[in-house]
Each structure stands twice: as structure tokens, then as C-alpha cells.
């Protein structure tokens, strides 16, 4: 498998990752983040499957990211994989709480904006 620097930048910065070995929409998710060892079992079932490197699916600052192969399977696959990998992210994705304050120092700021629409 073979990264490019987009795959490789996203890899070393995603809190949650994974590759998407797959073709034709069956896949599997491989997971690389973490001091976990690579799931050498996974790996073989997708080798004997014939299954290709498709993409790394990622959570970088709690939001999605995703880096395919630039071919229409490719593409199909990491969509397909992106279901179970949202699945698998989920409870480790921390929500980050608003302030209070915040949100009323949004709210007051629609107030004040102008409206584009010419008038009647």
C-alpha cells in the first residue's frame, strides 16, 4: 500500500483512522491510529480477497476527513466504508460543549445584519 502526502498527512494527524482496503463497495476498515498493532488478520482476509488499497478515512479536530485513490471504485469503496467508519468513530468522538455566551453573541449578531434583498 502506498500513500501519497495528502493519505500521509492525514494518517499522522487524525485522532481516529483507518485504511479502506475494498473493491466494488466491499471493504474492509483497518485501523492505524494509536499504538494499536496493525490487524495483520484483517489484512490477510482483504489479501485473499484481492481487495486494493482504496483510502484513509480519518477524524482530525472532531470532523471528518477522508483521502480516496483518484479512480471511480476507489472513490465508491471509502464512500461505502464511510458509514461503518462514522459507526465505529462515533464514541470516541468528543463533543465539545458551546458556551452559553458564545451562542447569545452569535444570536445578537444576526440582528444586526443587513438584509440584501431590495426593498418592495
Do not use: H
Not at 482483504?46 to 485513490?69: Q, R
Not at 468513530?89 to 438584509?115: G, H, K
Amino acid at each position: 500500500m502506498q500513500f501519497n502526502n495528502a493519505q500521509e498527512k492525514l494518517a499522522a494527524t487524525a485522532e481516529i483512522c483507518a485504511v479502506v482496503l475494498g473493491r466494488g463497495g466491499d471493504y474492509v476498515l483497518v485501523r492505524i491510529d494509536g499504538d494499536a498493532p496493525v490487524d495483520t488478520a484483517l489484512t490477510a482476509t482483504a489479501a485473499a480477497k484481492g481487495f486494493a488499497y482504496c483510502g484513509t478515512l480519518g477524524i482530525v479536530d472532531g470532523k471528518p476527513a477522508a483521502e480516496c485513490e483518484p479512480n471511480m471504485d476507489a472513490a465508491f469503496t471509502c464512500t461505502m466504508a464511510a458509514f461503518e467508519f462514522a459507526r465505529m468513530a462515533a464514541p470516541q468522538i468528543r463533543m465539545t460543549a458551546v458556551a452559553e455566551d458564545d451562542f447569545r453573541q452569535f444570536a445578537e449578531s444576526l440582528w444586526s445584519l443587513t438584509d440584501p434583498r431590495p426593498e418592495a
